[in-house]
């Protein structure tokens, strides 16, 4: 599902470049679970970043199912994303203004799926907020709201899903709930899933760990 190789990002600050990712090399399989760990700064969210398309490397490849994601231009990217991508974020990445039922149609509408509301309302349901539609995201709470962005992440049945620090800012309790879910929703609908933590015992749930410090994977 996923073949990155030699991957290498770099930014320039000032006079100086420093190295994000170094030479960063590896595959995943479909279906699989992996969790990307290391500490604050290693690199983990620039990989995913890479990983979906949305930043470009200064060297080296990344094919999803096949596909050359930097042999494509950013609307053949976007394309491929809206196609085969689902993501969770650490901040939830909700629209304010749309309703939980709007946030959740929203990748539907942009696929030309039709029925989105139906759909939508069904994965809402799945993730226990049958009662919460009508909610804008200030009034629901953290975990509902992330609640809302796993219906959102799978709404579209997504071949591989990215989840950067999912828990980050939930409390231990629903936390838990919010991984189990994600999981149980993974499990169902056969996704590869990548998932960026820097919890330990989260990572040991998946069925393989990628370990980065200094941007570089470690044996």
Do not use: W
């Amino acid at each position: 599902m996923v073949r990155v190789a030699h991957l290498t990002k770099q930014v320039t600050t000032g006079d100086s470049k420093l190295t994000i990712l170094r030479d960063v090399s590896f595959t995943i399989a479909a279906g699989e679970a992996v969790a990307v760990i290391g500490a604050s700064g290693s690199g983990k969210s620039t990989l995913l970043g890479l990983l979906a398309g949305l930043d470009t490397p200064t060297a080296g490849t990344v094919a999803v199912d096949g596909e050359d994601l930097f042999a494509l231009d950013e609307d053949g990217r976007a394309a491929l994303r809206g196609r085969l991508l689902g993501f969770v974020f650490q901040s939830f990445n909700l629209l304010p203004a749309m309703t939980a039922l709007e946030n959740v149609m929203l990748p539907l509408e942009l696929a030309g799926i039709p029925d989105a509301a139906a759909v939508a309302r069904e994965s809402l349901t799945r993730v226990g907020l049958a009662a919460r539609l009508t909610h804008y995201p200030k009034q629901l709470s953290g975990g509902e709201q992330q609640r809302v962005a796993i219906a959102r992440a799978f709404v579209t049945r997504p071949s591989l899903l990215l989840a950067d620090e999912p828990t980050g800012n939930l409390d231990a309790a629903t936390g838990a709930e919010i991984i189990q879910l994600m999981f149980d929703l993974n499990r169902e609908y056969g996704a590869t899933l990548i998932l960026v933590t820097h919890d330990a015992e989260l990572s040991q749930r998946c069925g393989r760990v990628l370990h980065l410090a200094g941007g570089m994977l470690q044996p």
